[in-house]
């Protein structure tokens, strides 16, 4: 398998946008420059008594906009190269929908699967005390990302204001309700990612109804929560996969049935068994089924010059964080294949995140109608936007993105003198 090299292709849609903006070499050496990068070495004890050390990371790449943001991903595959990528691709996303947050990530290389529970506590709290000198609600703000929940954001912020002794909710966020949560983060990924699509099929004229969708990934809040929604608005989900393989079906899959079987059995492809009409399909052939609409929510680079000619769908709705290599990005570009860029697509989970933030400071909660109401016009405003960039300088939807969301960086840069 190709070493994926998912910074060098951040550098590369920052070069290509930095023509059509104007900037300058030395500002782009800035754009793809981390500000800081913190590394340690954490140890816990394992449930076998034993001592482990593992290797976690905090990329703070941007904060000219405001306060770092950015997940924490707990992967055997986390490395700095990735977590690097991911921290620049959240400063270019806050900037793309205009909240006021700058780019981070973390991450732990660790295998979450092989873990107790125990020990996944052991490590979140290890990451927190590690970090809490480098975060805080004014400074860095994490957030769950793949393999990381609710109750991972929950010690580290225990950790955190233990080693400050303070209260300070806004220091993380998609924390448990009880703790200062938002209603509406479980889902606002896939719920902000509904709006762009349903919103690109307005504007662009496609044919709206009965569009078939297959989704790579079958995370809670992400890939099974959009399959929800979409099944909810008339789409048909044809085609649904996790890390073990996955299933597809011409006459429709119903995922909440899906998730039942999944959460059972431990596996999509179970829902197959003794069910004609559904088979099984590796995840490979999940990207290039039938479909009109193909959502990758797992992991990164999982479209390459490789797969990109054998794509079936006319839109591919990035849900996850850097599905799409540069080249399947040309490749999809000259076949007519639109992409939704993870930069728009995926960022209706930041934005809620900012809005638990604004809660968490202000100490004055919403209701999930109002978290809705404001994350609605939001979604909706970032893919107007960058579609009106794309046809007035002939870019795709990504290009239009970074030119957005970098012009924005920069110009903040600029303003502050750096
Ligand atoms: P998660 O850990 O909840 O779920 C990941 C899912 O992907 C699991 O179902 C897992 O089985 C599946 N998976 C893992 N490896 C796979 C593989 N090789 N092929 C197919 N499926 C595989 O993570 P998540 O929070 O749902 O994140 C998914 C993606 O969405 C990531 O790229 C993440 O960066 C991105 N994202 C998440 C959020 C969020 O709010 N959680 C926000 C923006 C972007």
Redesign the pocket.
Known sequence: MLKKTPFKNYQTNVTLVAKILGLSDEYVKKLTTPNRIIKKKISIKLDNGKKKLFEAYRVQFNNARGPYKG?I?FHPEADIEEVKA?AAAMAVKCAVVGIPLGGAKGGVTCDPKGMSAGELERVSRAWGKAMSPYIGANKDIP???????GQTMAYILDEFEKFHDRSEPGVIT?KPISLGGSLG?DT??ALGGTFVLREFVAISGSEKKGLTVAV?????????AVAKILKQSDYKIVAI??????IYCADGLDPVEVEKV?DKRGSIQDFADGKSGVKKIS?EE?LSCDCDVLI?????G?LTKDNAGAVKAKIVLE?????TTPEADEIFAKRGVTVLP?VLA?????TV?YFEWVQNVGGFYWTSSEIRAKLEPIMVKGLKDIWQISRDKNVTLREAAYVLGVGRIAHAMKDRGR
Do not use: C, E, I
């Open positions: 997940g991903r991911l957030a769950p990302d793949v393999y990381t929940n998609g983060r606002a990924t790579q990934g079958y995370g809670k809040g992400v890939g099974a996969s996790d890390s073990k393989g996955g999944k995840n999940l990758p929510a797992a992991l990164d999982v849900l996850a964080n850097g599905p993870d995926n960022a209706g989970g930041v995140s």
